[in-house]
């Protein structure tokens, strides 16, 4: 199934690790296959990720866009989710860092992230907005 990029004029995305830009008019992409796209939007700089949950999301970021497998990120990934998990109690908040283990542990890195961007809103929630989770990044 082929996917739709609406992108604005100006607007960055990453596709297979490529930084693209569109140009000074709104355009249309239709990928025919399998790609590794985020927009600018989704895309988190490593000195962005200074929240627990936000450290979650930037190693599963990096393997959803890495080509490779990359140990290191995993570990990163595992590490931080077990600090996350031993600092909440919530069980919806448990439960979807049970998701998010469980689709990193299936290559399903896109998934993840969208679950992680619910463990950012919960942070932030819980933090009464105090700068956690502005966005996934940018």
């Known amino acids: 199934m082929p996917l739709k990029l609406s992108l604005k004029p100006g607007e960055r995305f990453v596709l297979n690790g ?27 700089q490593e000195h962005e990720a200074d929240t627990p949950a936000k450290r979650i999301y930037f190693p599963v970021m990096m393997m959803y866009l890495s080509s490779s497998s990359d140990a290191g990120l995993y570990d990163a990934f595992v590490l931080r989710m077990t600090e996350f998990m031993n600092a909440v109690s919530s069980p ?30 919960f942070e932030k929630e819980r933090l009464g907005g105090a700068d956690a989770g502005e966005g996934t990044g940018g």
């Open 18 to 44: 490529a930084v693209v830009e569109n140009g000074d008019r709104r355009a249309t992409l239709i990928l025919q296959n399998k790609a590794s796209v985020l927009r600018e939007k989704d895309i988190m």
């Open 92 to 121: 919806d908040a448990l439960n979807e860092c049970v998701a998010v283990s469980r689709e990193v542990m299936g290559g399903e890195y896109y998934k993840a992230l969208l679950r992680c961007r619910k463990l950012i809103a």
